[in-house]
């Protein structure tokens, strides 16, 4: 059992951390696991699905209600997903799949945001979660 005592990372450990469970999660269902060597294009990964579909994956972890992606970094096509981990103190993390596409009609969870330097958001909130369910790990998992 890892340790579930999240708040003693830093900022670093935890994204490394995502980082390495997302892999681990798309490589227990089938899915080859391509790591690149430097993530400058906002691509943390790719994954050929046993489909023999490529997709790039780009990981974002958080503690907190709010993580984002500079929009030069994520493509909005079926191809670049998601996949987001949210933490909380004792538990393991919450892994959802989300298609990059869904920013196309952002709404109260994946918002787009024109600030002076532009970003796609994720509002993670209980408020909210019902809008975030469908896209739990496991559901994307099952249907793809």
Request: charged residues 25%; aromatic residues 16%.
């Amino acid at each position: 059992m890892p340790n579930l005592v999240w708040s003693r990372l830093s900022s670093l450990q935890l994204g490394r951390y995502a980082e390495y469970y997302s892999k681990m999660e798309f490589a227990s269902y089938g899915y080859e696991v391509y790591t690149s060597e430097v993530d400058d294009h906002g691509v943390d990964f790719i994954a050929k699905s046993p489909a023999d579909v490529f997709l790039e994956i780009q990981v974002k972890s958080a503690r907190s209600n709010y993580v984002f992606i500079p929009k030069d970094k994520l493509v909005l096509d079926d191809r670049h997903l998601v996949c987001y981990l949210h933490f909380a103190d004792g538990t393991l993390p919450e892994v959802y799949i989300v298609p990059a596409v869904v920013w196309k009609r952002p709404n109260e969870v994946f918002v787009s945001r024109d600030y002076s330097k532009p970003e796609w958001g994720i509002n993670y909130s209980k408020k909210n979660l019902s809008i975030l369910a469908p896209y739990q790990a496991e559901l994307y998992f099952s249907n793809h």
